[in-house]
């Protein structure tokens, strides 16, 4: 069968380039690349085997209190919020997170109406 096909410039060259790798003509390599892809949707896909997992008896390490497992992470969070209380404390005072260090906002100097109450104290 006898057809124009108009072939975006890069595959055209992939074409081109596979045909002198190959020895093979243009038309024919054009057709193989067709029947391939073609072939390909018909092929179902390879199926991958399940992942199993096989459970292990743990336990917790000697030390560790069950009842009260969440305590680290309140207290973790606890310290969070104090760090980040301090932070907005020191940023309404005109003062940096670290030291006497100025803030990095450059807004806050150009801002010289602007009141800000701390919810925190």
């Given amino acids: 069968?006898?057809?124009?096909?108009?072939?975006?410039?890069d595959?055209?060259?992939l074409?081109?380039?596979r045909s002198r790798l190959t020895g093979t003509s243009f038309r024919q390599v054009v057709n193989d690349a067709i029947r391939s892809g073609l072939q390909a949707d018909r092929q179902p896909p390879h199926a991958i085997p399940p992942?199993?997992?096989t459970p292990k008896a743990a336990g917790f390490r000697r030390g560790i209190d069950?009842?009260?497992l969440?305590?680290?992470n309140d207290d973790l969070e606890a310290e969070a919020f104090e760090l980040t209380?301090?932070?907005v404390r020191g940023a309404s005072a005109g003062v940096g997170a670290v030291g006497d260090r100025p803030p990095n906002d450059a807004d806050v100097g150009r801002l010289p109406g602007l009141r800000w109450t701390d919810p925190l104290r």
């Fill in 1 to 9: 069968m006898r057809t124009t096909l108009t072939l975006d410039d």
């Fill in 15 to 17: 074409l081109r380039d």
């Fill in 66 to 68: 069950v009842l009260r």
């Fill in 85 to 87: 209380a301090a932070t």
């Fill in 51 to 53: 992942f199993r997992v």
């Fill in 11 to 13: 595959l055209g060259q």
């Fill in 70 to 72: 969440n305590q680290r």
